[in-house]
């Protein structure tokens, strides 16, 4: 069985899900697991978990995104993009300068409603499955982050721009809040993601492509392996007597690791209230996923899982482990 994180090139045509289920084809495993879904007419970066990996979907899923889109300026449809019905048609009659100030004021944080056609829930129902039986429910606005907007061209009435953004920004809402800001309306008419994270589109492999270096025992060495997630934490080895505890997932004292710091090995020491993270103590057992973590291994070099700083108890916690199939 594999185990890593695969960067796929999901193709046009093909839900997330299909990418999930031909390539247990080709693999010839089960456990494998997407880290967001792309819309059927979307193109690009989809990062995909095999084996072990798959306790990471929901990490990956939190990952920054870039995408390019083509917005269409005139066409508001019920699925906002291109591919629905269309609900108004208008000529657009703002200037380029006024398009540019309407799209560049979406930099930073605003609250989107999410549309109806996406797989968000409402009293355990898909939004999408309601909205093919003709519903309309009204869905809360959430907080999402814009982190950079660039035009790459502009030939009224399609504007192309290069999205930066948090998880859970909707690319084909954002073009519809510009059409309404502009009072023309608009529609997404293509989107190509071009990064999740730390995977690229230059690095993205199609199905075919995976099938043939599958085929030709090269597939492994495409690989993200798991501990390559986790390049940002410090690196803590545990001492021998130490390894019967952490290869079974348990808590960790202080004095049962050494860190790696720069060139050295050091003892480590529990960071002080708002050390070196910068922030405040005070959310204690629910501390923020990631925070004050490290990368742990075994005394043999083998990478066991993420431990988390159990603040005021001098110890480590397991907060995500890799142990076992």
């Known amino acids: 069985m594999l185990d890593g994180v695969l960067n796929v090139y999901k193709e046009k045509g093909y839900t997330s899900h299909d990418v999930v289920a031909k390539l247990r084809g080709i693999l010839h495993q089960k456990k494998i697991g997407h880290t967001g879904t792309l819309d059927p007419d979307a193109q690009g970066v989809l990062p995909v978990c095999l084996g ?18 083509v917005l269409l300026l005139g066409k508001e449809t019920d699925t906002q993009d291109i591919s629905g019905r269309i609900l108004k048609e208008r000529e657009p009659d703002a200037s380029e300068r006024e398009v540019r100030e309407a ?3 979406f930099v930073g944080e605003y609250a989107q409603i999410p549309p109806m056609y996406s797989a968000l829930k409402v009293n355990g129902k898909k939004l999408y499955e309601l909205a093919r039986a003709g519903k309309v429910v009204e869905r809360q606005p959430r907080q999402v982050t814009v982190h950079r ?8 009435p399609r504007v192309t721009m290069e999205v930066e953004c948090s998880k859970g920004t909707y690319i084909r809402t954002l073009c519809h809040d510009i059409g309404a800001k502009l009072g023309c309306g608009g529609c997404m008419e293509s989107l190509l993601r071009t990064r999740v994270g730390s995977f690229l589109l230059e690095d993205s492999l199609t199905l075919s492509r995976i099938e043939e270096l599958w085929a030709r025992g090269l597939l492994e060495d495409k690989l993200a392996s ?13 001492l021998w007597q ?9 808590p960790l004292k202080l004095q049962d690791v050494r860190i790696r ?3 050295r090995w050091i003892e480590p020491e529990e960071p002080q209230d708002g050390g070196e993270d910068g922030k405040e103590e005070g ?4 501390e923020k996923a990631g925070e004050g973590c490290l990368r742990v291994y075994d005394s043999g070099g083998s990478f066991m899982g993420i431990y988390q700083w159990e603040r005021g108890q001098a110890r480590l916690k397991p907060w995500k482990m890799f142990l076992g199939g």
């Not at 130490?242 to 348990?250: E, I, K, W, Y």
């Open 52 to 69: 072990k990996a798959t306790r990471l979907c929901d990490m990956l899923t939190d990952r920054s995104k870039t995408y390019e889109a």
């Open 103 to 105: 799209v560049m004021g």
């Open 149 to 156: 907007i660039v035009i790459k061209s502009m030939e009224l």
């Open 226 to 238: 798991i501990e390559a997630m986790f390049e940002q934490y410090p690196k803590a080895v545990t």
């Open 242 to 250: 130490a390894d019967n505890l952490v290869q079974n997932g348990n």
């Open 261 to 263: 710091h720069g060139s």
């Open 283 to 286: 959310t204690r057992q629910g």
